[in-house]
């Protein structure tokens, strides 16, 4: 099964990601640098979930591990962004089967294996 890290900028409290599959840097390490967020994710065998450019930048150059899901959805209200996770969730981990990097836009999903 996988798991996640849900990145800080993303909402804590957030119903979509909720249970033992994830985890929240603003609970495992508030304030962490991006190298340190890297580091524990690829030490769990975690997913880093972000609004970063950061991490899938640093995935195309250092390779897998982790795998990443970049939301490159803009800024949304809490309750569209429910929504739209909520509609797309399901694609984004089928997606991570046989891809590393999976960008989602709010009108398609791309990957990259």
Known sequence: MLRFLIDENLPS??????GEAFEHVLTVGPGWSDDEVWTYAKAKGLVIVTKDADFSDRLMLDGPPPKV??????????KALRAFISTVWPSVVASLESASLVDVFSDRIETVD
């Open 13 to 18: 409290r957030f119903a979509p990601w909720q």
């Open 69 to 78: 899901v970049h939301l490159r959805v803009g800024n949304l209200r809490l």
